[in-house]
């Protein structure tokens, strides 16, 4: 195997095993942004922002790093477009940085911050029983699909197929996070037997 062949296998290798949170249930850590290029030559960096919660990033915050979680202290941030610029304790030159690129970062999920009545975090729904208005079992909450309009849950019965559920009050009744279930109205053409 070549070198090059060997370095895409162990990438390969590395996705698969996640970000150290369990595959179902509660994540340990949630991710926030994403590193981009070295700016400047005082240690900042470019981040892509991916939380819907980005004024939690501030001077003082502890971010997580990459698979292993490292560790890393906001010393500043500024905007920047639709993303920032970010400094870490540390690090003061553009090569102290450099070596950062694409890297995922995260805070711990203990420390998200609360949501609003009727709002939920995906990870709360996946793995939910899915239930008709009439009692029946549909299946479990499997994935969620972001599209232009309404998210599609996607839910998976128990002979293996899905059912595309549309995100909208049409068909989600109910949620009960504490129950993990999710109470539909079955439009129809939903189900297609």
Not at 61 to 85: C, F
Request: no cysteine; proline share 6%; aromatic share 6%.
């Amino acid at each position: 195997m070549t070198s090059r062949r060997r370095k895409a296998a162990e990438r390969r290798r590395r996705k698969r095993q996640g970000t150290g949170s369990p595959p179902t249930g509660e994540p340990a850590f949630l991710l926030v942004g994403k590193l981009r290029r070295p700016h400047g030559i005082r240690g900042e960096i470019s981040m892509a922002v991916m939380t819907d919660f980005p004024e939690r990033i501030q001077p003082g915050v502890t971010l997580y790093m990459g698979d292993s979680h490292e560790p890393l202290k906001v010393a500043n941030i500024r905007h920047q477009n639709k993303g920032l610029i970010i400094a870490f304790e540390g690090f003061t030159s553009r090569n102290d940085v450099e070596n950062y690129r694409n890297q995922d970062l995260f805070v711990r999920a203990d420390d998200r911050p609360p949501l609003p009545e009727g709002e939920y975090y995906l990870h709360e729904l996946i793995g939910m029983d899915v239930v008709t208005e009439k009692g029946e079992t549909l299946g479990v909450l499997a994935e969620m699909i972001e599209t232009g309009a309404a998210n599609v849950y996607v839910v998976r019965r128990e002979d293996g197929s899905d059912v595309l559920l549309p995100a909208i009050d049409e068909v989600i009744l109910e949620v009960d996070v504490g129950n993990k279930q999710m109470k539909i109205h079955l439009l129809e053409g939903l189900l297609l037997e």
